[in-house]
């Protein structure tokens, strides 16, 4: 028999159907507190939406080490082959509305939270190995571009190549994004990446990683029509797909490989190991496969789980850390601001967030939405002679060497945006690939004002003439005029587009 119903603050629901009125005819009335109540949170039931990565899906799982990596990191949590951690794992869109179609082109959000006793460990990867942009400051403009337009309140060609055009440093990855790896199949059948550089360290080494987690299921991914048509069947086809395979003991995995650079490297290597928008060949720094993620779990709450999760880049254990990566430094500061925007200051109390390897022991106390004892009588001030928790050395962090003065800087390294998409476009890319690129290029930047036509097909020509040169006669655009325009400065290209 079913439990009986009662309002959230356990008293008895008489009567769930009808709402009380002044006799069988009259008004509603306001000492119906049951229905007032009802109806107020139904009013409240939705959260802001994410500004970024709003659509998503995520599952329970565990990561296992495979590999002894004790040498470079003195993370407990790959302190031994064969130790497992729990973990939750989301995956998203990054532009689209809540109510937008998982298969749309746009990188794939790839967000872990490993559940480590040394507190949580946390990743906000992508499923590309690159971003858009390298420095901070240029998020909020770029992510206005992917959004809609303030006037028409719809996604606009021109606001997203104007900026991308005058932006070349985001070519690589608009080379990736418009490839069919711009559509993956599913959430199962991509690889992540932790895109940014981060420091792993023991007690006397220290290395710069790049993680990179490697899909079982094979990489596979949808062409442009294929992606479209299934936008309209099925926009929560991604979401779905993830749901039914764990339910159906399907279970995803993916290998987890890491590349490793001495830290003295840094300084020599031929590209800056710390600009986002740049691989490590891996002739260069070869994957070493550490680990093995499962995922295994539905949640059994979306709400709960999925959308109330929220990720930091800066959630790191003792042998991992930050590099200097300008942009992973801005997202240290915003993804948690979003989150207490978002969820409220206590968001780490919410069940998903909590570390569940440890017991959290801070001065941090009241804030809306404590929900659990807020440390009853302790002492809530530090330094004290009442017993309250004392600071951990072990958590220290290794510091970073810095010399030279506060400025607005490029990056110190020679900043070819070019080499990269060229070599993924010449010696990546198979001739379907290339086929499918211009294809997916040609549809959506054929939508955009033709100057802005010209000033991207002049960077594609850059990248490659043949890209530059395909995408602007599947376009109708002058190829003779693309090639000249390539051969100008930047500054010379931007003058004659605008
Ligand atoms: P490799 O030939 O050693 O590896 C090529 C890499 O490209 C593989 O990781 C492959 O992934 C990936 N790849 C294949 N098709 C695409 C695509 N359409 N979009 C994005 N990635 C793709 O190359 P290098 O390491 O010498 O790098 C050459 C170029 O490959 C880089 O400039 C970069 O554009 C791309 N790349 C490099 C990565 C790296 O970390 N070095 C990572 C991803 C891409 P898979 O093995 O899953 O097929």
């Known amino acids: 028999m079913s439990d009986k119903m009662t309002n959230s603050f356990g008293r008895p629901v008489v009567d769930d159907q009808h709402t009380a009125t002044a006799g069988v005819d009259g008004p509603a009335l306001i000492e119906d507190t ?75 959000g790839f967000a872990l939270k490993f559940y480590t006793e040394d507190g949580n460990y946390e990743m906000v990867g992508n499923n590309t190995p690159v971003f858009f942009i390298r420095d901070p400051l240029k998020f909020p403009d770029f992510i206005h571009t ?85 936008a309209a069947s099925d926009p929560d086809s991604a979401t779905r797909d993830l749901y039914a395979a764990i339910a159906s003991d399907n279970d995803p995995s993916w290998t987890v490989n890491v590349q490793i650079m001495n830290e003295a490297d840094a300084a020599n290597y031929r590209y800056d190991p710390f600009d986002v928008t740049k691989v490590w060949p891996h002739s260069d720094y070869p994957l070493i496969p550490f680990g093995k993620m499962v995922l295994n779990r539905n949640p059994e709450n979306y709400f709960a789980d999925v959308e109330q999760a929220a990720f930091s880049p800066g959630s790191f254990v003792p042998g991992v850390a930050a590099s200097p990566d300008k942009m992973l430094q801005g997202r240290l500061f915003s993804y948690p601001d979003t989150h207490r925007h978002r969820l409220g200051t206590n968001y780490s109390l919410i069940p ?19 929900v659990d004892g807020n440390f009853g009588g302790n002492p809530n001030y530090y330094p004290n002679t009442f017993d309250g928790p004392i600071p951990d050395e072990s958590g220290a962090e290794p510091g970073l060497a810095v010399t030279g003065m506060t400025g607005r800087y490029e990056y110190p390294h020679p900043n070819d945006d070019y080499e990269q998409p060229r070599a993924l476009f010449a010696d990546v890319m198979d001739d379907t690939d290339r086929d499918h690129l211009i294809a997916n290029v040609s549809g959506h930047l054929g939508g955009a004002q033709k100057r802005l036509q010209l000033r991207q097909c002049a960077l594609f020509h850059r990248v490659h003439p043949e890209f530059g040169i395909r995408v602007a006669e599947a376009i109708g655009v002058d190829a003779d005029e693309v090639a000249r325009l390539a051969a100008l400065t930047q500054e010379e290209l931007v003058a004659a587009t605008s």
């Open 34 to 108: 049951h229905l007032i109540d009802k109806l107020a949170h139904f009013d409240r039931e939705r959260i802001p939406e994410r500004v970024v990565h709003a659509k998503g899906a995520g599952a329970y799982g565990y990561f296992e080490v495979t590999a002894d990596v004790s040498l470079y990191t003195k993370a407990s949590f790959l302190s031994e082959v064969g130790k497992r951690t729990d973990i939750f794992a989301r995956f998203s869109t990054v532009g689209g509305e809540k109510g937008s179609a998982d298969s749309d082109r746009d990188p794939r």
């Open 146 to 230: 992917q959004k809609r337009n303030p006037a028409t309140n719809l996604k606009d060609p021109d606001m997203f190549w104007d900026f991308l055009s005058l932006t070349p440093e985001s070519l690589h990855q608009v080379t990736i994004l418009f490839s069919d790896r711009g559509t993956p199949k599913s959430y199962r059948y991509m690889n992540g990446y932790s895109s940014h550089t981060y420091l792993w360290y023991t007690d006397t080494n220290r290395y710069w990683v790049k993680l990179h987690f490697k899909t079982d299921q094979g990489n596979e991914s949808l062409t442009g029509p294929e992606a479209a048509e299934l």
């Open 352 to 370: 998903v967030n909590q570390p569940k390897g440890t017991v959290p022991r801070t001065y941090e106390r009241d804030g809306s939405m404590r």
